[in-house]
């Protein structure tokens, strides 16, 4: 059984768990893992079965998913108090994994066996209604993805990326090709470029940005 102060934590990020009965709750914990993910950990991988319902509650992992070639796509991340849309429809489905999940940095979480996770979604409708929000949540963000992919060349999605995250993006040139999909190579040529336009400024594993208007009307264009 997870420690007193690890089920405050829980409660704290998933309030929502808070609705059911006292005896209810120690069960459901009772049942639970505590665990800890070092960072660049796999998670899971593609193909196979889910394990359990993951509740985050330090820390981040993100879901990628492979071609055949290798290139690699970020779909999305999961942080505290958020749950996982893939691991969801794969406990809901009896379905495999059809992506990776890995620890973006070091984890913390509780995680519930694939029973309790479709006892909660049966019997909990605050719980029921959180997993619906978050695949609609999701449904969209993927959907701009697919738009970026599809329609925006690699550096206005790379100008994007610049704009969503806090300044400065503390990123190497890897891990930003490894968002995007794309490879460090293409992503360091087309920021050479970002600098040389005087739109950022890049250090060792960070880029400053130093004009956001200009980034923001090439996105546009």
Not at 159 to 182: C, F, R, W
Request: proline share 5%; hydrophobic share 45%.
């Amino acid at each position: 059984m997870i420690s007193a102060d690890i089920q405050a934590r829980v409660l704290e990020l998933y309030p929502l768990l808070g609705g059911l009965q006292a005896e209810q709750l120690q069960q459901l914990l009772a049942n639970a893992n505590y665990m800890k993910v070092p960072t660049g950990a796999l998670m899971f991988d593609e193909n196979q079965p889910c394990m359990g319902f993951p509740m985050v509650i330090s820390g981040s992992a993100r879901v990628i998913k492979s071609s055949p070639s290798g290139r690699e796509l970020h779909l999305y991340h999961v942080m505290p108090g958020e749950t996982c849309i893939l691991t969801s429809s794969c406990l809901l489905s009896n379905s495999p994994y059809q992506a990776r999940g890995e620890a973006h940095d070091e984890l913390e979480l509780v995680v519930l066996p694939p029973g309790t996770f479709k006892l909660l979604f049966a019997q909990l409708e605050p719980f029921r209604n959180q997993v619906f929000n978050r695949f609609s949540e999701r449904l969209t963000e993927l959907m701009n993805l697919v738009t970026a992919v599809a329609f925006q060349k690699l550096d206005q999605r790379l100008a994007a990326l610049l704009l969503a995250k806090m300044n400065p993006v503390a990123m190497t040139h890897q891990a930003i090709a490894d968002e995007l999909g794309s490879f460090r190579e293409l992503v360091s040529r087309l920021l050479k470029d970002f600098e040389h336009k005087r739109w950022v400024r890049l250090e060792r594993g960070c880029v400053h940005v130093l004009d956001g208007d200009a980034i923001k009307k090439f996105v546009a264009m």
